[in-house]
């Protein structure tokens, strides 16, 4: 049996249930999982939902003939292979592991553990090697930022200066519009980092085009631009930095 408990009222009918299953004599095996918020799984399928339309896309410029259906298949299947939480184990009825989906998936963790999982498919597999996302697709894996991963990357230390991450950058569609391959890297300027050179250090940068970095990081807006950042911009940076690490 599994169930969602919201309330104490709930709480309170699912637990005549399982007491009378004890009063039979049955055997009852708890556990539990945070439930993840409608809104949350709504909004994980959106994305997985936009991002299939943008590899689609991408696949037909380079002329490849497929269904968004495939692509959708395709994409959960590569997943399941490097989160192996995305796969039901079958064997039981001796059958082949079955992929779940987005409306499978019931817990944070879960999301959390999918989203990470598609960016490194995106983000490692040869198939994907010319797709750029849009900025709010590229970043979604922010929504699912905890306090603990902000610790955690907040105790790395971090070189003052990485060219290869700045290349890196410029690859990058523009974090404000959206135009992809015009990207300069943007250095943050900030009150915190201004002992440490005389510039911020490469992690403290952001993809920019040439318009946007004049216009609007070294004008006014920027804050405004960037708002969807719901994290402090060093974090966000530092996170952004240290995933491009781990995937090299």
Same mark, same amino acid.
């Given at each position: 049996?599994?169930?969602?408990? !919201?309330?104490?009222?709930?709480w309170?009918?699912?637990?005549? $249930? =399982? /007491? ?17 918020? @409608?809104?949350? %799984? ?17 696949c037909? +410029? ?6 968004? %259906? ?13 989160? #192996? ?15 779940k +989906?987005?409306?499978? !998936? /019931?817990?944070? $963790?879960?999301m ?9 498919? @995106? ?5 994907y090697?010319? @797709? ?8 979604a ?8 991963? =902000?610790?955690? +990357?907040?105790?790395? $230390?971090? #070189? $003052?200066?990485?060219?290869?991450? !700045?290349n890196?950058? *410029?690859?990058? #569609? ?9 990207s ?11 002992g440490?050179?005389i %510039?911020?250090?490469?992690w ?25 950042? %719901?994290?402090d ?9 240290? *995933?491009?690490k781990a995937?090299?």
């Amino acid at each position: 049996m599994i169930c969602t408990v !919201l309330n104490k009222q709930q709480w309170e009918i699912h637990k005549q $249930e =399982i /007491d009378k299953l004890l009063d039979d004599g049955k055997q009852v095996n708890l556990s539990y999982a945070p439930a993840v918020k @409608l809104k949350t %799984k709504r909004q994980t399928g959106f994305f997985f939902a936009a991002l299939v339309n943008q590899i689609y896309t991408y696949c037909r +410029s380079v002329g490849w003939n497929c269904t968004e %259906k495939q692509v959708r298949k395709l994409l959960y299947a590569q997943v399941a292979q490097v989160v #192996p939480s995305m796969s039901y184990d079958m064997s039981f009825f001796g059958m082949p592991d079955q992929v779940k +989906s987005v409306q499978d !998936l /019931d817990t944070a $963790e879960e999301m959390s553990e999918f989203i990470n999982g598609v960016f490194t498919v @995106l983000d490692t597999n040869p198939l994907y090697e010319g @797709l750029k996302l849009t900025p709010d697709t590229y970043y979604a894996w922010i929504n699912h930022i905890t306090n603990d991963d =902000i610790s955690a +990357s907040r105790a790395v $230390e971090l #070189p $003052e200066r990485d060219n290869d991450y !700045l290349n890196h950058l *410029r690859e990058q #569609p523009c974090i404000i519009c959206g135009i992809q391959h015009r990207s300069d890297a943007h250095h943050i300027r900030d009150t915190r980092t201004a002992g440490m050179a005389i %510039k911020s250090p490469d992690w403290y940068a952001l993809p920019l085009c040439h318009k946007c970095h004049m216009t609007v990081a070294h004008g006014t807006g920027f804050k405004d631009a960037i708002k969807w950042i %719901k994290i402090d911009l060093m974090d966000f940076c530092r996170i952004c930095y240290q *995933r491009w690490k781990a995937k090299l």
